[in-house]
């Protein structure tokens, strides 16, 4: 079955650098996009960016100088990378894969569990 | 950026209870819109697609309509299980951006 599974620190210092990744099973990175959303505790849901089967990527506009999306697909992962990070920064990240039905796309089917990540000193 | 407002941001129901939730675009996103669930500690759950589509899997009790820039779901006769945070999503244009969430609590 399909399944997603975020691995990363929980604890980043100020200014350093984030680096997350989703490890997906059931389907392949070649057929469908995988998406990275935040969610800051007890606030909503922040689209960060998406890279596609083809390996194309496009990210929010407001995170887009500090952001990375890549992938290996032999490994079946997805790799975030977020500089510069901030107490702000503070959230879950999430990755989830891209429902895709029909030519309609864009919210997503399958979600990871979630990392918490804290930013602090 | 497409900016999503939902209400209420919280709401109190009974069990068996009607409840509608509602989803404002600040521009026309075509129906290209989608609702999930989140319950406390976990990730969120896709229910519906297009509107008014609803997952395999989801019970009938869930609905959802909307055009333009007006957009609801509405639950129909609440089980237990459905306290929890109800976000909508639109896909009309990048960035994807969520309503702030609306929050199902049973009395």
């Known amino acids: 079955q399909v399944q997603l599974r975020e691995s990363g620190p929980g604890l980043v210092q100020p200014s350093e650098t984030l680096s997350l990744t989703c490890t997906v099973s059931g389907f392949s990175l070649t057929s469908y996009g995988v998406n990275w959303v935040r969610q800051p505790p007890g606030k909503c849901l922040e689209w960060m960016g998406v890279i596609w089967g083809d390996g194309s990527t496009a990210y929010n506009s407001l995170l887009k100088s500090r952001l990375s999306i890549s992938r290996d697909t032999s490994k079946s992962q997805v790799f975030l990378k977020m500089n510069s990070l901030q107490t702000e920064d503070t959230a879950i990240y999430f990755c989830a894969r891209e429902w895709d039905y029909g030519g309609y796309s864009g919210n997503f089917d399958y979600w990871g569990q979630g990392v918490m990540v804290t930013v602090s000193s | 950026d497409i900016h999503m407002t939902q209400n209420p941001v919280s709401l109190s129901a009974f069990i068996g209870d009607k409840v509608t939730i509602t989803c404002r675009a600040s521009q026309d996103i075509s129906r290209y819109l989608g609702w999930y669930q989140q319950k406390q500690g976990q990730s969120p759950k896709f229910l519906m697609y297009?509107?008014?589509n609803l997952l395999s899997g989801v019970p009938s009790r869930f609905s959802g309509s909307g055009s333009g820039t007006e957009y609801s779901l509405t639950i129909t006769g609440i089980q237990p299980e459905d306290a929890a945070t109800y976000f909508c999503?639109?896909?009309?244009?990048?960035?994807?951006?969520f309503g702030g969430g609306t929050k199902l609590e049973l009395k």
């Open positions: 999503q639109q896909c009309y244009s990048y960035p994807r951006t």
């Open positions: 297009y509107a008014s």
